[in-house]
Nanobody, 122 residues
Framework: QVQLVESGGGLVHPGGSLRLSCVAS????????MAWYRQAPGKQLELVAT???????DYADSVKGRFTISSDNSKNTVYLQMNSLEPEDTADYYC????????????????WGKGTLVTVSL
């Protein structure tokens, strides 16, 4: 089994910054990708940013230029630096990872964290 634990959420004023962290632990052989999703009240789950193990990243259009995803493979950790936050960024943010627990597993299994709340408000 693999556990994902997020941290770093909180209340911030519009225009402010936060950095989220997600640490993966447990039975890990390879992490193929780690990503951040978010779900605002009354809205669907939205993919925010993805970091692939080969070093590439991808972002939702709504956060491009404001959010940066990065990873520390030695620590099995992914970060989401969020700048110029807007009230529309208010949501529960969830960490997601696709992890292979054994050698030869070329697709891995999906895992989710429990989420961390980000509130952007005056």
């Amino acid at each position: 089994q693999v556990q994902l634990v997020e941290s770093g959420g909180g209340l911030v004023h519009p225009g402010g910054s936060l950095r989220l962290s997600c640490v993966a632990s447990g039975s890990i052989f390879t992490i193929y990708k780690m990503a951040w999703y978010r779900q605002a009240p009354g809205k669907q789950l939205e993919l925010v940013a993805t970091a692939f193990n080969e070093g590439t990243t991808d972002y939702a259009d709504s956060v491009k230029g404001r959010f940066t995803i990065s990873s520390d493979n030695s620590k099995n950790t992914v970060y989401l630096q969020m700048n110029s936050l807007e009230p529309e960024d208010t949501a529960d943010y969830y960490c997601h990872a696709r992890v292979a627990s054994v050698n030869g597993d070329r697709s891995g299994a999906p895992y989710w964290g429990k989420g961390t709340l980000v509130t952007v408000s005056l």
